[in-house]
């Protein structure tokens, strides 16, 4: 079966500063895999996605991510953070029939000002 | 950004109650998911919808849990006897077609006394 682990709960940075949020997977093709944000009281917003080509994927708002097939790993990064980009990130992969996204438990991030 | 409108966005029910919880997808779009997120966990899959008919459900989709799409708009997850552990953030999403960009609503937070 599918799963997804982000291995920090919370993480804080400082306005600024870089980012990098942690997700690894666990699945037996070539994964569909998806980044989402979801700010307080608010839907799940696509960041961006990785379905083949480019490991180096870039999404909305600056972030871009990183598939490692050698290490199951889609680590997502930021080179300045805002005070904005507090909110809750979610890693996803998305099932073989298309389906069905299995979400990771989620990264907050907080910003210092 | 065309969205996905989601309602109520609060319920309150009591336990053993019947709740429907309505999707208004985005009005090309075919094929259609409930995801939940109870508080501080992570969001999970309860069902995909395509063609007037269930295409993947998660053991969370017990007989309890149904979905339809009565007049070509609305789509819409019942539970028939609201339990407790019900309680959760209720995520309806869509897209235009497998693969697609997956459009998140807002979400209905349910909350069962």
């Known amino acids: 079966a599918q799963s997804v682990t982000q291995p920090d709960i919370h993480i804080t940075v400082s306005e600024g500063a870089s980012l990098e949020l942690r997700c690894n997977y666990s699945?037996?093709?070539?994964?569909?895999l998806f980044w989402y944000v979801q700010s307080p009281g608010q839907g799940l917003q696509l960041l961006l996605k990785?379905?083949?080509?480019?490991?180096l994927v870039q999404g909305i708002k600056g972030f871009e991510a990183e598939f490692k097939r050698s290490q199951s790993s889609f680590n997502l990064r930021k080179p300045s953070v805002h005070w904005s980009d507090a909110a809750e990130y979610f890693c996803?992969?998305?099932?073989?029939?298309?389906?069905?996204?299995?979400f990771g438990g989620g990264t907050r991030l907080m910003v210092k000002p | 950004e065309p969205e996905v409108t989601q309602t109520p966005s609060h319920q309150v029910t009591q336990m053993g109650q019947e709740v429907i919880l309505r999707c208004v997808p985005i009005?090309?779009?075919?094929?259609f998911y409930w995801y939940r997120q109870i508080l501080g966990q992570k969001v999970e899959f309860l069902v995909s919808?395509?063609?007037?008919?269930?295409?993947?459900k998660s053991e969370i989709f017990d007989d309890q849990f149904s979905v339809e799409r009565p007049d070509g708009s609305n789509f819409t997850l019942k539970i028939r006897s609201t339990k407790l552990e019900d309680s959760a953030m209720y995520f309806c999403?869509?897209?235009?077609?497998?693969?697609?960009?997956?459009?998140f609503g807002s979400g209905t937070q349910l909350s069962v006394l």
């Open positions: 699945y037996g093709a070539t994964p569909y």
């Open positions: 996803a992969v998305l099932n073989n029939a298309g389906n069905m996204l299995t």
């Open positions: 009005s090309n779009h075919l094929y």
């Open positions: 999403a869509t897209q235009t077609g497998m693969n697609e960009k997956l459009f």
């Open positions: 919808f395509y063609n007037n008919e269930i295409s993947e």
């Open positions: 990785y379905f083949s080509g480019d490991t």
